[in-house]
Every structure is written in C-alpha cells, then in structure tokens.
C-alpha cells in the first residue's frame, strides 16, 4: 500500500522569501507519479504540480518547484517569493500508474507574514 | 468554460435520511471520482468511475452508493447506512489514470 507523510503541520515564511514543504512516500512501485495540491480557505483543491517518478529532472511551475529525490522517496515542494495568495493548506499526494486513486498525506498549512 | 460543478455548497439533512450530491462536468473526462475531507485530515477515495455504467469502490464506500449514467454526471447518495455522513465531499475528474485529477468546489454535508 502507498502512504504518504507530511511532517509539517504548520509552517509560515515572510512575503517575498522562500518556503519549502516537506512530503516522503511509500511505495513498492516502480511506476508512479506525484502531485502537490493547494486547498486554500474556498476548499478547492487546485493542482500545483506534477512529477513522473521515472523522470529524473525536478518539475517546475513558474514560483513553484520540486525535489524529487526517488531513492529517499521523498517529494518536497519549494516556494519562491511567497505571495499572500499562496496561503493555503497544501497536500501531497501519489498515484501508482494505471491506478484510479490519489493517496494524500495529512497536509500542511502554510501561512504567509507580510 | 469547462470545469467540474457541484451542487449544492452547503448540504443539511436529518439522520436518517438518504441525500444525493450532485457532480457534473464538461471537460470529456473518462475517469471520475468521489473524495471525503475531514477536518485536519486529507482527502479518501469513497468510489471511482473509469468509463459509463461501470465504478468500483475506494477505501471508504461503505454507507455511499454512486451511478454513472452519463460521461458528464457522477451523483454521490448518502445513505442512512453511513455512520458519520457530516464532511467535506469532493468530487474531480481527469482525462486517464495518472493524469492530473481536477477537482470540483465542494459540498460541505451537515447531518443533525
């Protein structure tokens, strides 16, 4: 089975700075992908990003970015210069290829200081 | 604009009574699927459904029934069987497995 662990509950950073947001993972599959969704106070769950675990290169989206490191399964999530819009709960997630169902860890609830 | 709906946002029934939520969406996907949010907690799959008149269980369908009569609508019972029905329901689609998975706004269902 795949879990998920988010070790951070709560983590906050000053506008403008960066932020990076633990995730490591269990699988015993060699094909799988991971995710980071973004839950802010509407509750929708909004893609942030996406990485296929036989990449090796790190994905990148504008201010948001990973480090897929695949031997310590771990899949933190990295913010540069943190907006206030960018507070929100954000959840980690992974999905073994050909599966149907995101496994997600607990989330993490990034406040942003101005 | 394309995109998943789900309605109500906010849902109140008595115990005992069975509530359906609604999901629709036009972005063509085949998969769909129904997620439970609990406070402080992440999301777990109740059902999925991969193509017309077919869907399977997730981890937590107990007390749940679902129907997959159109590509576009994916409708969520509640039913009395379901022992804590109060929660965050959402509902998302994506295109095949392993793609992103698009999620829909919610409905927050209170039962008293």
């Known amino acids: 089975a795949q879990t998920v662990t988010q070790s951070q509950p709560e983590m906050s950073v000053q506008e403008a700075e960066t932020v990076t947001l633990s995730c490591t993972y269990d699988?015993?599959?060699?094909?799988?992908?991971l995710f980071w969704y973004k839950q802010p106070p509407s509750r929708q769950m909004i893609l942030v990003i996406r990485q296929e675990a036989y990449k090796q290169q790190n994905a990148t989206e504008n201010r948001f970015s990973v480090n897929f490191q695949k031997a310590a399964k771990s899949f933190s999530l990295k913010i540069s210069d943190s907006q206030l819009g960018d507070a929100a709960m954000y959840f980690c997630?992974?999905?073994?290829?050909?599966?149907?169902?995101?496994?997600f860890g607990q989330g993490t609830r990034l406040t942003i200081n101005p | 604009d394309g995109g998943i709906t789900q309605s109500p946002k906010y849902l109140f029934r008595k115990e005992g009574q069975n509530v359906t939520l609604s999901c629709e969406q036009n972005l063509n996907h085949d998969a769909m699927y129904w997620y439970r949010q609990d406070p402080g907690q992440g999301l777990r799959l109740i059902y999925y459904s991969q193509i017309v008149n077919d869907f399977q269980k997730g981890d937590i369908a107990e007390g749940y029934s679902v129907s997959r009569e159109k590509k576009e609508s994916f409708p969520l019972t509640v039913t009395s069987a379901q022992k804590n029905p109060t929660a965050f329901y959402l509902c998302a689609s994506s295109l095949t497995p392993g793609l992103a998975v698009f999620f829909g706004p919610g409905t927050r269902l209170t039962v008293t």
């Open positions: 699988t015993s599959e060699s094909d799988y992908y």
């Open positions: 997630a992974t999905m073994k290829q050909g599966a149907q169902k995101l496994v």
